[in-house]
């Protein structure tokens, strides 16, 4: 099924041919926050035959999703990236809905700071479970949207939830140990009318929502004793970080205050229930002086790299510290845990030699045989590196520029004071330059530079004060992607050091399946411990957190998306050690590494005529696939689904650089963002104009219809001969090998596959040399019993299927 979201206008057609009403409901007609998915649905059934558009005009251009429910509903999502007022317009054949336009007010601001608290409702359940630390609870309301929910001990001594219902009628309490549901369960609960949360009905009071100081404790009062049960959040956005507070008078009322370090507007918003409460969001004046931040800037200049050419050998030099990959001191990063891969331009992947150098220093080696943009995929623990997968051309370089600096590491996510923070930066296929880099926040940074000498360097950091702090790389005197960087500096995390987790699956989860984990304290002083989720896609999801004995907390979420999920968990705003922790959702997980582009309108094109290009995403499993036309003129960005994978279209009105942003499961492709020069008539706008599709991609893979005309193949199973260890013994997390010669066997294909006791092989790779010998390597992570079948064309060889001891 291919589902496309588009920039306005959004068009598509009802086939329905019942009589009715078109209607619209959701809190994105209303209002909406800049830098969060705005959310409607739009109700078609029974509406009969027409054509249903979508337009949102605004201060902002915003990229905008559809999903259709397949019951006579779509859920439509825009992400607005300027405050102001956004006027949503939905016709049916050609005519307004009722209540069209619908007019949004959509607040500003970043950073932004949260808190949460509120009333639940609890609710004893008849177990008779003692131990709850593996146990894990779900709700689903009679609606059948289920999420996670609470338990704990009651003061009766009892185990309990605590939900927040937000639905009348019967719940069923889901209460799981390792997965397996225990007796009694599903729980019934029956909720009422006066249990529900009514945002209408808080009441929020004081100085703090009107005005306040930098530098200062700014406080309101916040009243749900009239409510119900729901859960409060509230966010402050504005010039600075605002440290925010909620003190529960344990009586339905909190005193919430907050700290901002700059003056300036703030904008503050206010839930009940998922529901803004009564006059919020709320604009506050902040006065005061504003604080004084220190730059500090480096300059380098790149030389061009040599070009490498067909049967060389081929370096990635990488320097991957624990942090670099979120993780803390004494962790560390093994060369057991790194592989790596490299893809030609026709598509072949092979496996390149990792090679562990001295600190953290790793050396990815391939020899291309053929010339052309490569991608190189590193992946640590199975999961791309920060930066992976990488484009790497054998042959001249060509279309360099700002645009193909490529910068990441955790140094440019957070830091901590007094401490080095790191991050790479990626100048091989940008050409010769100036690099410049920029730190700026309350301190004076330390910044060391080193230059790789192979088209890569590393930048580490110090500061002594924490704060927000800002990150600006240039290549030639222009931005490169996503700079400039915003990074929080903590102070020095201190007990969050003792923190650690356990149970923490990192494999084999599956959407809308609780996930849950402990947190232990492992002695440390109490604190404020938060955890949140982020998705592929790049949305952010608080989790459930809740104290199940002292010292001991149970962290639970339930993932929304597959692919790579980053749970980060911090305790007094620190981040404990390893966070954020990578996970991944989904048995089969979308690489971008896999992901190939192609095509003219990448790199050229002319004004009103139609430029295309194709994303190949064969192999490349299911996930989100995202692009984005950025340049001087308005254009009309269509997808279509193509035997290989996603053919796009647009067509420029005005002359320029056009910027073709490709994401997959939220990474870059290799190669993006391509740049292509547009040429002809035309009067650009005045500034830069952004079309976007997101394309919920199915899995696709080769076909061999095209080759049916094909004559048979004559070929001899019983004349391949096999040789090598890897045919009876294998070690864990160590490259396993063995030969196949088909020299004598006649002309076919090989096929080789391997399973063991909780399924396939984690790595396999075929590599073919001059005279038909084959080389086979393979990866295994877990220890048992292995079944490994090689065939040659539709029959077994001699032996096989072989029998492997994995130890």
Same mark, same amino acid.
């Given at each position: 099924?291919?589902?496309?979201? *588009?920039?306005?206008?959004?068009?598509?057609?009802?086939?329905?041919?019942?009589?009715?009403?078109?209607?619209?409901?959701?809190?994105?007609?209303?209002?909406?926050?800049?830098?969060?998915?705005?959310?409607?649905?739009?109700?078609?059934?029974?509406?009969?035959?027409?054509?249903?558009?979508?337009?949102?005009?605004?201060?902002?251009?915003?990229?905008?999703?559809?999903?259709?429910?397949?019951?006579?509903?779509?859920?439509?999502?825009?992400?607005?990236?300027?405050?102001?007022?956004?006027?949503?317009?939905?016709?049916?054949?050609?005519?307004?809905?009722?209540?069209?336009?619908?007019?949004?007010?959509?607040?500003?601001?970043?950073?932004?700071?949260?808190?949460?608290?509120?009333?639940?409702?609890?609710?004893?359940?008849?177990?008779?479970?003692?131990?709850?630390?593996?146990?894990?609870?779900?709700?689903?309301?009679?609606?059948?949207?289920?999420?996670?929910?609470?338990?704990?001990?009651?003061?009766?001594?009892?185990?309990?939830?605590?939900?927040?219902?937000?639905?009348?009628?019967?719940?069923? *309490?889901?209460?799981?140990?390792?997965?397996?549901?225990?007796?009694?369960?599903? +729980? &019934?609960?029956?909720?009422?009318?006066?249990?529900?949360?009514?945002?209408?009905?808080?009441?929020?009071?004081?100085?703090?929502?009107?005005?306040?100081?930098?530098?200062?404790?700014?406080?309101?009062?916040?009243?749900?004793?009239?409510?119900?049960?729901?859960?409060?959040?509230?966010?402050?956005?504005?010039?600075?970080?605002?440290?925010?507070?909620?003190?529960?008078?344990?009586?339905?009322?909190?005193?919430?205050?907050?700290?901002?370090?700059?003056?300036?507007?703030?904008?503050?918003?206010? &839930?009940?229930?998922?529901?803004?409460?009564?006059?919020?969001? +709320?604009?506050?004046?902040?006065?005061?002086?504003?604080?004084?931040?220190?730059?500090?800037?480096?300059?380098?200049?790149?030389?061009?790299?040599?070009?490498?050419?067909?049967?060389?050998?081929?370096?990635?030099?990488?320097?991957?510290?624990?942090?670099?990959?979120?993780?803390?001191?004494?962790?560390?990063?093994?060369? +057991?845990?790194?592989?790596?891969?490299?893809?030609?331009?026709?598509?072949?992947?092979?496996?390149?030699?990792?090679?562990s150098l001295d600190d953290c220093h790793y050396s990815i080696k391939f020899v291309p045989k053929e010339m052309g943009i490569h991608t190189v995929s590193v992946k640590h623990k199975d999961m791309h590196i920060p930066g992976s997968p990488f484009q790497f051309t054998v042959g001249p370089i060509a279309g360099g520029g700002a645009h193909k600096v490529h910068a990441a590491g955790l140094g440019l996510v957070r830091g901590e004071v007094v401490q080095p923070n790191e991050f790479n930066i990626y100048t091989r296929e940008a050409g010769a330059g100036g690099l410049s880099i920029a730190v700026e926040g309350p301190s004076k940074a330390e910044v060391d530079f080193e230059d790789r000498k192979d088209g890569s360097c590393g930048v580490t950091y110090v500061v002594t004060e924490p704060g927000e702090y800002m990150v600006s790389i240039k290549f030639n005197d222009e931005h490169i992607p996503d700079s400039p960087f915003r990074v929080p500096i903590t102070p020095s995390?201190?007990?969050?050091?003792?923190?650690?987790?356990?149970?923490?699956?990192?494999?084999?989860?599956?959407?809308?399946?609780?996930?849950?984990?402990? *947190?232990? +304290?492992?002695?440390?002083?109490?604190? &404020?411990?938060?955890?949140?989720?982020?998705?592929?896609?790049?949305?952010?999801?608080?989790?459930?957190?809740?104290?199940?004995?002292?010292?001991?907390y149970a962290v639970r979420f339930i993932p929304k998306e597959n692919g790579p999920h980053l749970v980060y968990i911090s305790f007094d705003g620190c981040q404990i050690p390893d966070s954020p922790f990578r996970i991944q959702v989904g048995t089969v997980h979308a690489d971008p590494g896999m992901v190939q582009a192609y095509g003219d309108g990448l790199r050229t094109g002319k004004t009103d005529e139609i430029a295309k290009f194709i994303v190949n995403t064969v192999n490349a499993g299911s996930g989100a696939l995202s692009v984005t036309v950025e340049g001087p003129s308005k254009v009309k960005l269509e997808c279509r689904e193509v035997e290989d994978g996603y053919e796009f279209t647009y067509k420029p009105s005005a002359p320029g650089d056009y910027l073709i942003t490709i994401k997959y499961a939220g990474t870059n492709i290799a190669g993006s963002p391509y740049k292509a020069r547009i040429e002809g008539q035309g009067k650009p706008t005045g500034f830069q104009e952004q079309a976007s599709v997101v394309v919920e991609t199915v899995t696709k893979t080769s076909s061999m219809s095209k080759f049916a005309s094909f004559p048979p193949f004559k070929s001899d199973a019983s004349k391949v001969t096999v040789e090598g260890n890897g045919l009876k013994k294998g070690y864990r997390n160590k490259q396993c090998t063995f030969n196949v010669d088909t020299s004598q066997a006649g002309h076919n294909m090989l096929f080789i596959g391997m399973i063991g006791p909780k399924g396939p092989c984690e790595e396999l790779c075929v590599k073919h040399y001059p005279g038909n010998p084959y080389k086979i390597n393979y990866l295994v992570k877990e220890r048992g019993d292995y079944m490994l079948a090689v065939k040659w064309g539709d029959e077994h060889i001699p032996g096989s299927p072989f029998y492997v001891k994995v130890e």
């Amino acid at each position: 099924m291919l589902k496309i979201s *588009v920039r306005s206008p959004f068009q598509f057609h009802v086939d329905a041919v019942n009589s009715g009403f078109v209607t619209a409901y959701g809190p994105g007609l209303s209002h909406g926050t800049v830098g969060v998915p705005a959310e409607f649905t739009i109700v078609t059934k029974d509406a009969g035959a027409g054509g249903l558009s979508l337009a949102i005009e605004g201060p902002s251009k915003t990229e905008i999703k559809c999903k259709d429910n397949e019951d006579g509903t779509c859920t439509v999502t825009y992400l607005p990236t300027a405050p102001g007022e956004y006027n949503i317009t939905v016709k049916f054949a050609d005519k307004n809905i009722s209540g069209s336009p619908f007019v949004a007010k959509v607040t500003a601001g970043e950073p932004k700071q949260k808190a949460q608290i509120g009333r639940s409702s609890e609710v004893s359940l008849k177990i008779t479970e003692t131990d709850i630390t593996n146990l894990t609870a779900s709700i689903r309301s009679p609606s059948g949207q289920e999420e996670p929910c609470m338990l704990k001990r009651l003061p009766n001594g009892h185990l309990g939830i605590s939900f927040t219902p937000r639905e009348t009628g019967e719940h069923l *309490v889901n209460v799981y140990r390792n997965g397996q549901p225990i007796a009694n369960s599903p +729980f &019934k609960i029956n909720v009422g009318e006066t249990e529900l949360g009514n945002a209408s009905k808080v009441k929020v009071y004081g100085k703090g929502l009107q005005e306040g100081m930098a530098n200062e404790v700014n406080e309101f009062i916040v009243d749900t004793r009239e409510a119900g049960y729901g859960g409060l959040s509230l966010s402050i956005e504005g010039p600075s970080k605002a440290d925010i507070e909620c003190h529960d008078n344990e009586d339905g009322t909190c005193r919430v205050t907050y700290k901002p370090t700059e003056p300036g507007t703030y904008i503050i918003n206010i &839930k009940f229930a998922d529901e803004h409460v009564p006059g919020s969001p +709320f604009k506050v004046a902040i006065g005061g002086e504003p604080s004084e931040r220190v730059i500090e800037r480096i300059m380098r200049h790149r030389e061009a790299v040599d070009v490498t050419h067909v049967g060389s050998e081929c370096e990635l030099s990488l320097k991957i510290p624990a942090s670099f990959l979120g993780y803390q001191p004494p962790t560390g990063t093994s060369p +057991f845990d790194m592989t790596a891969s490299v893809t030609s331009p026709n598509g072949v992947t092979e496996l390149c030699d990792v090679v562990s150098l001295d600190d953290c220093h790793y050396s990815i080696k391939f020899v291309p045989k053929e010339m052309g943009i490569h991608t190189v995929s590193v992946k640590h623990k199975d999961m791309h590196i920060p930066g992976s997968p990488f484009q790497f051309t054998v042959g001249p370089i060509a279309g360099g520029g700002a645009h193909k600096v490529h910068a990441a590491g955790l140094g440019l996510v957070r830091g901590e004071v007094v401490q080095p923070n790191e991050f790479n930066i990626y100048t091989r296929e940008a050409g010769a330059g100036g690099l410049s880099i920029a730190v700026e926040g309350p301190s004076k940074a330390e910044v060391d530079f080193e230059d790789r000498k192979d088209g890569s360097c590393g930048v580490t950091y110090v500061v002594t004060e924490p704060g927000e702090y800002m990150v600006s790389i240039k290549f030639n005197d222009e931005h490169i992607p996503d700079s400039p960087f915003r990074v929080p500096i903590t102070p020095s995390i201190g007990d969050a050091r003792k923190i650690s987790v356990q149970a923490l699956q990192s494999k084999g989860l599956q959407i809308g399946k609780p996930c849950s984990f402990v *947190v232990n +304290f492992n002695g440390a002083p109490k604190g &404020k411990l938060q955890a949140r989720v982020v998705s592929p896609s790049g949305s952010e999801d608080e989790a459930l957190v809740q104290e199940i004995d002292e010292g001991e907390y149970a962290v639970r979420f339930i993932p929304k998306e597959n692919g790579p999920h980053l749970v980060y968990i911090s305790f007094d705003g620190c981040q404990i050690p390893d966070s954020p922790f990578r996970i991944q959702v989904g048995t089969v997980h979308a690489d971008p590494g896999m992901v190939q582009a192609y095509g003219d309108g990448l790199r050229t094109g002319k004004t009103d005529e139609i430029a295309k290009f194709i994303v190949n995403t064969v192999n490349a499993g299911s996930g989100a696939l995202s692009v984005t036309v950025e340049g001087p003129s308005k254009v009309k960005l269509e997808c279509r689904e193509v035997e290989d994978g996603y053919e796009f279209t647009y067509k420029p009105s005005a002359p320029g650089d056009y910027l073709i942003t490709i994401k997959y499961a939220g990474t870059n492709i290799a190669g993006s963002p391509y740049k292509a020069r547009i040429e002809g008539q035309g009067k650009p706008t005045g500034f830069q104009e952004q079309a976007s599709v997101v394309v919920e991609t199915v899995t696709k893979t080769s076909s061999m219809s095209k080759f049916a005309s094909f004559p048979p193949f004559k070929s001899d199973a019983s004349k391949v001969t096999v040789e090598g260890n890897g045919l009876k013994k294998g070690y864990r997390n160590k490259q396993c090998t063995f030969n196949v010669d088909t020299s004598q066997a006649g002309h076919n294909m090989l096929f080789i596959g391997m399973i063991g006791p909780k399924g396939p092989c984690e790595e396999l790779c075929v590599k073919h040399y001059p005279g038909n010998p084959y080389k086979i390597n393979y990866l295994v992570k877990e220890r048992g019993d292995y079944m490994l079948a090689v065939k040659w064309g539709d029959e077994h060889i001699p032996g096989s299927p072989f029998y492997v001891k994995v130890e």
